[in-house]
């Protein structure tokens, strides 16, 4: 098996719990079952070019890794949604080809990554290290430096801070900081990194930190409904996340392995005191101060604790250090400086109790196993997922989380009852091997490989007179990741004005000539009966004048996946003329007034939250997605319409009908629009008129007729200021074309332009 392995950092560069667990993970893959295994990480080396790649091997293990330092960073969503490294991650994927992908961490990385893989048919299983997902601190830890309930964004906006609140103009100058900061000596250099974090604490807008927050909250749902499954290593994390909204059948406690080779052998030194060792980082949030507190408390001369770890800051905020640093001069307390991981068990062996003091909501610390592999009792904090390795009197003791007096009557225990450390030791109980956490681990692998059978796709392509816009449109489409298994050109026209200019992809498509111009909805119903005779299970329309991105489809397809209800997916619609002016994000059409809107036409789509799919009215029929069940429930499209609101008419059916209409914000389609009958042309202002007023009564035909003339004369208000606003022939031909248009829809007269 082909096994892709994503992590934020990878030793031995990087030696967090997470970074170190995956390394233990991939080998024991590669060691065990012999899969080939691919590591991509982020490294941090300010001397090397952003963005640069380097591939290698680390202990035996082939590790490409990505530099990213932040030096480019333009905005808060660049900081957890990256799509150069996105970009580079498909480029590996592409040419790595895994079977499966293993996702531990993504911070300083890219959530896109998902996406990538997702649009590649590669499953994703994640192992949750931490409340990332959730909390962009990663630790549900504030800061105040207390516990967090979140997440919610009106709390999560103070712990985005800085970032969160900061303008464009900000991260440029932050840039600029760390660029001077390289340049001078270590205390200069950090001096001026205070001053410029303090002067942006200053200016930090708080109503665009809640908007960053929220959007970041919003963004992380989507990229976890992304995720094919997710292994959690505490009953505790799992149900965090349940809460956030996994489903619970897409999420299984699976505790953590370790590798017992590393604690083979070691020799235990004997005391006549008790001694005590914290092992990690030196950080507020695992509170070694804590224990340092509780010692202070024992008899002099009682107790020892041994402190095995490096200061860190925790998010930039270093004042902590001056905290800690003169209780860790403390009689009986002694600083020994961080130790390489295979020197764990020794540092373990000289031990007697290992205290893990922590105050935010841990996931499952890996320092209790390698505790209970060295023969260690643990004392421990009574929070997060921490109960869940201790059997308290049995294997350890457990305090209140942040409550030294407690610790310490803990510890007294320990010194004053006679054999209570035997029997702890005695109780210590069997550790999990990585090789069996890998062996459920790819029992996942497995269960995600069996994939029901490929659903079929195919693509309708409306052509009237534009054979070179068809052209396009047809390769864009064959460019598609997920290509459509069938390409059904419609040449809806009385003449085969098509099939020359589509030669050159004649091998990959299906061409159908109608012979004459059946309009929209005829012309694409041509196209979609014969879909379904080849038996599509879900059909893409496709105007002519429509460029779709290579991952737009893939985006449809998964869109209509994560939502059972929905039976149609559109794009968000964006103008060719202009790629940042939004042409439609989904439709909405009041009843009452018969008032129909495009979604956010005119705006800018950087203004646009993408990461959401809201159930619309409708979508534009220029790009839709329809699963064959709305067929086989509704019929085809109302060829009555022949141009314009047949597919809101469609979309509106289906509703009535219990299949919901989906927006999928992060697909894409750039349409021209008025390429067929012309935009300035009088014509279109006929068909609007009296396929808006057909449409106002087929939605609601029970309506009474006082209910319906004053919906149609409110509809025929609209459409006559329309036509005053809209440029194209003169203003008697277009008040003209709506006065047809109303005249024929009472007359009853349907169909092409009479």
Not at 98 to 116: E, F, Q, Y
Not at 130 to 151: E, I, K, N
Not at 348 to 367: F, G, K, M, R
Not at 591 to 620: E, H, I, Y
Request: charge should be positive; aromatic fraction near 6%; proline fraction near 5%.
């Amino acid at each position: 098996m082909r096994v892709l392995v994503i992590v934020h950092g990878f030793p031995p560069r990087a030696t967090g719990g997470a970074e170190l667990y995956a390394h233990s993970h991939a080998h024991a893959l590669q060691r065990y079952y012999g899969d080939e295994v691919l590591v991509f990480t982020r490294d941090e080396d300010a001397s090397r070019p952003e963005y640069d790649v380097r591939t290698e091997s680390r202990g035996g293990l082939r590790v490409a890794s990505v530099n990213n330092t932040f030096r480019q960073t333009r905005s808060f969503e660049e900081t957890y949604r990256n799509e150069a490294i996105t970009d580079i991650a498909s480029r590996i994927i592409d040419d790595f080809k895994p079977d499966v992908a293993h996702i531990h961490h993504l911070t300083c990385l890219s959530t896109t990554i998902v996406r990538a893989l997702a649009e590649r048919g590669i499953p994703r299983v994640v192992t949750l290290h931490d409340y990332w997902f959730l909390c962009h601190r990663g630790q549900l830890f504030d800061t105040s430096f207390r516990a967090c309930d979140g997440p919610e964004p009106s709390r999560c906006h103070a712990c985005v801070g800085a970032a969160g609140g900061a303008t464009g103009a900000a991260f440029l100058g932050a840039i600029a900081v760390r660029e001077i900061a390289r340049r001078l000596p270590a205390e200069p250099a950090r001096r001026l990194r205070q001053a410029a974090t303090r002067l942006a604490g200053v200016t930090v807008r708080q109503a665009n930190a809640e908007r960053q927050a929220s959007s970041r909250l919003a963004h992380m749902r989507e990229v976890c409904r992304e995720v094919t499954h997710f292994l959690a290593p505490s009953r505790f994390l799992r149900d965090r996340f349940v809460e956030f909204g996994i489903e619970p059948e897409r999420i299984t406690h699976a505790p953590y392995g370790s590798d017992p080779d590393l604690f083979r052998g070691i020799r235990r030194t004997a005391s006549n005191r008790l001694r005590l060792g914290f092992l990690g980082s030196l950080m507020v949030s695992k509170a070694p101060d804590v224990l340092i507190e509780a010692v202070n408390r024992l008899p002099p001369g009682t107790a020892t604790a041994d402190f095995f770890g490096t200061h860190a800051a925790y998010h930039g905020d270093d004042s902590y250090r001056r905290k800690l640093e003169p209780l860790l001069n403390r009689s009986g307390v002694r600083a020994l400086g961080g130790i390489p991981h295979n020197q764990v068990g020794e540092a373990l062996a000289s031990i007697d109790v290992l205290v893990v003091p922590s105050i935010w909501p841990e996931n499952s610390p890996l320092v209790i196993q390698e505790a209970f592999l060295s023969g260690v009792p643990v004392i421990a904090s009574r929070i997060g997922g921490i109960p869940e390795a201790i059997d308290e009197n049995r294997n350890g003791l457990l305090f209140q989380a942040g409550d030294a007096e407690d610790l310490a009557r803990n510890l007294t225990r320990l010194i004053d009852e006679p054999g209570l450390l035997s029997t702890l030791r005695d109780g210590i109980p069997r550790v999990r091997t990585i090789e069996e956490d890998v062996a459920l681990a790819r029992t996942f692998y497995a269960k995600t490989l069996e994939t029901p059978p490929r659903r079929r796709l195919a693509a309708v392509v409306l052509n009237y007179r534009t054979p070179d816009d068809t052209l396009l449109a047809v390769r864009s489409i064959l460019a598609s990741r997920r290509p459509p298994d069938d390409v059904i050109v419609v040449d809806n026209d009385t003449v085969e004005n098509a099939r020359e200019a589509l030669d050159s992809v004649r091998q990959r498509i299906r061409y159908l000539h109608t012979a004459a111009n059946l309009g929209f909805p005829g012309g694409v119903n041509a196209g979609i009966r014969e879909a379904l005779a080849q038996g599509a299970d879900r059909v893409l329309l496709v105007n002519s004048d429509v460029i779709v991105p290579p991952d737009c489809l893939a985006r449809l397809d998964a869109c209509l996946d994560a939502a059972p209800a929905a039976g149609i997916a559109g794009p968000l619609v964006l103008a060719r003329a202009d790629p940042r002016e939004i042409a439609s994000f989904g439709i909405s059409y009041g009843a009452f007034g018969g008032r129909v809107r495009n979604r956010r036409v005119g705006d800018r789509v950087a203004t646009l939250d993408r990461t959401a799919s809201p159930t619309v009215d409708a979508v534009s029929g220029c790009l839709m997605l329809v699963d064959r069940r709305v067929f086989d429930t509704i019929g085809l499209f109302d060829e009555d319409y022949f141009f314009s609101f047949e597919d809101l008419d469609f979309c509106l059916r289906a509703r009535r009908a219990g299949f919901a209409t989906v927006l999928a914000g992060l697909a894409t389609a750039y349409h021209e629009g008025g390429r067929s009958i012309g935009a300035a042309s009088p014509r279109r202002l006929y068909f609007a008129a009296r396929g808006h007023l057909l449409l106002a009564r087929r939605t609601d035909p029970s309506a009474s007729r006082l209910v319906h003339l004053r919906r149609a004369a409110s509809i025929v208000m609209l459409n006559v200021a329309h036509a005053v606003r809209t440029p194209g022939g003169s203003l008697p031909a277009r008040l003209g074309a709506v006065a047809r248009g109303t005249r024929d829809y009472f007359a009853g007269r349907f169909g092409a332009d009479a």
